[in-house]
């Protein structure tokens, strides 16, 4: 599998293939291809001194490598590729530390709640999650209702554009907060309207529309992002923009963790366990918990 490092630990990293490597904490993506990629919290130990680094070297030198299959192996270029893959998960502190590079592009899944809709920054005022598309082409307008509006791309005038979002959340897990934009149809399925619809609520009263905005908020939702590095003024930012949101479907969430959980070391698959391996009800109320290496008794309340 292909690995990205940065910076001084670029620099430390061995640059011959005689030497075993220790991985941990590292970032994985999975976009036509698999890689790992190193963030701050992201550590690395050459040669480590345990029995896995002798294990792993007697592989080496049975030729074991040549049985190998890479992961890294690149497919087509964007769009919903053959190696996408929305099953991991990135926490958003981890998503926020990646590092890349001036136009490009990386994507993370994450897991996490929409914590505030249009929020502002600071000592900002409030900007319309929306702007006015000329009906042609779709680029933004210039104009008012009162004077019209006019497209440069395309020469288009008129008195009725296409309102489209460009919408700004906030969004939460137990790691970080992060800003993502959220566009015309990604944002109409958080807010439940149209752009169109939604102006013409707030023309008419700022506390429905404020209440559209506060009803999307808190929601737990699995979201796809693109990451993509921004320079200005010689600065590079990550822009993180939101491709997919879904409703957190707890079940399915609850599987992945849990192959998370079979994937570390000396943790396996365990089998059935049968209920009555487990827990028995005595008839004084009590349950006694059986299972191996667990002594307890927790008293049922009375109901």
Known sequence: IEVTVWGARAEAFPSTDDHIVALKGMRVTEWNQKSLGFSQSSMFEVDPEIEATARLRKWLESGGVSQTTSLSVAGGGGGSGGGRDD?????????????????????????????????????????AP??????????????????GFSCEACNWSGAEPNYRYILQLAVVDASDTAYVTAFNEQAASILGKSAAELK????????????????????????????????????????????????????????????????????????????????????????????????????????
Request: charge should be negative; aromatic fraction near 6%.
């Open 200 to 303: 013409a609520i707030k023309d008419q009263s700022d506390a429905e529309y404020e209440a559209v905005l506060s009803n999307a908020q808190w929601q737990s939702c699995s979201i796809r992002l693109r990451c993509k590095g921004d320079t200005y003024q010689d600065v590079t930012r990550l822009k993180l923009s939101l491709l997919k949101m879904e409703t957190v479907n707890f079940a399915s969430e609850a599987k992945l963790l849990l192959n998370e959980i079979y994937a570390y070391p000396g943790v396996e698959r365990g089998a059935e366990v049968k209920a009555e391996d487990t827990v028995a009800v005595k008839a004084d109320d009590e349950v006694d918990v059986k299972a191996e290496g667990v002594a307890t008794d927790v008293a049922m309340p009375d109901l």
């Open 87 to 127: 099953s991991s998960r990135t926490l958003l502190h981890d998503v926020k530390e990646m590092q890349v590079a001036p136009g490009k592009t990386e994507w993370a899944n994450s897991r996490c709640h929409v914590a505030r809709v249009n929020p502002t920054r600071g000592n900002e005022e409030p900007k």
């Open 130 to 147: 929306w702007y006015a598309a000329c009906p042609k082409c779709s680029k933004k307008t210039f104009g008012d209702d009162s004077a």
